[in-house]
């Protein structure tokens, strides 16, 4: 599955489960935000990944600490870009598409990781 479609999928999932679309795409020096989304008050940051074969690894296991360190640093950036959102909950999540499985793991990391 490629990176739009799976981005999509994740995003039609997440949108059904009541959270609501901020940014999708949401690019900067270093790092891209795959959906910005708002969970209730939280402000959730989701990267989506995808893997059509296991052989080298799951999705989930794709997301290492330079990525997250990458994820991070684009967080602190669209905040500083979007102050209306910089007093919420930030919380990291993954989606994660293994052919047609989809794995929303909420909170998947935390900003120390």
Not at 23 to 47: F, P, T, Y
Request: net charge neutral.
């Amino acid at each position: 599955m490629r990176g739009a479609d799976a981005e999509t999928r994740a995003l039609r999932h997440l949108e059904r489960q009541g959270l609501k679309l901020v940014a999708r795409n949401w690019r900067c020096k270093g790092g891209e935000l795959d959906l910005v989304m708002r969970d209730g008050d939280a402000l959730a940051i989701i990267e989506v990944r995808s893997r059509g074969r296991s052989d080298y690894g799951s999705a989930l296991e794709s997301i290492d600490a330079r990525k997250r360190g990458h994820l991070v640093h684009a967080a602190q950036l669209f905040l500083a870009a979007h102050a209306e959102h910089a007093q919420r909950e930030i919380r990291f999540d993954v989606v994660a598409l293994d052919g047609d499985q989809l794995h929303w793991l909420k909170a998947a990391f935390d900003v120390d990781a």
